[in-house]
């Protein structure tokens, strides 16, 4: 069975850290409950290179007119630190690309200033969601400050969202709704990352061996 394609956005300046533990842990197979069940690609608008906030450059697998949600598990948009990033009005066919994935059922996890995006795009104005603060959200003048959850990050259905200081549950959130971990897997990862306990390395190995 040919593997399911997670889709990573890029963009110039692109925060490369808050998607770091979620490409690892989907890239690699190790703990999981169907290795090879899931590969990652990059899209962007055109195919020229970009470089993120680290100063890496990274080639996007395709473009935003070649991707289809019927064709993705899920589209990952992180936050941006450029000069046309989400919060100046930037990455809007990114934006209007979520749209497409939610109305076809297809996840879409935003973190960052991607979620100022899909605030912006009016996807979160009736969605349950979470980002930096709700302050934040309301200078797109989106209508949904009901919505909003004060949780590091946040799943309603197809939607997740998650604060800038937030990668380690954003990545837990995803890692859930796609399944790659059984729970005991994943709490132990968890765990482990978020504490830096060592003992979490032997509940990993003990969950994967039940």
Known sequence: MSPQ????ALYDGLADWEIGYV??????ALWQKEP???????VAETSDPVQTMGGLRLVPDITLKELSPQQSAMLILAG??????????????MGKAAREFLDAGVPVAAICGATFGLAREGLLDER????AAPEYLQMTGYRGGSYYRNERAFTDGDLITAG???ALDFTRHILARLDVFTPDVLEAWYQLFNTGDAKW????????AQ
């Open 23 to 28: 490409t690892s842990r989907i890239n690699s």
């Open 164 to 166: 800038p200081a937030d």
């Open 36 to 42: 090879g069940r899931y590969t990652i690609a990059t």
């Open 80 to 93: 941006s630190g450029s000069d046309t990033d989400w919060d100046s009005g930037g990455n809007v066919e």
């Open 128 to 131: 349950a969601h979470t980002s």
């Open 5 to 8: 394609t997670v889709h990573v």
């Open 201 to 208: 390395y032997g509940a990993i190995y003990a969950a994967v």
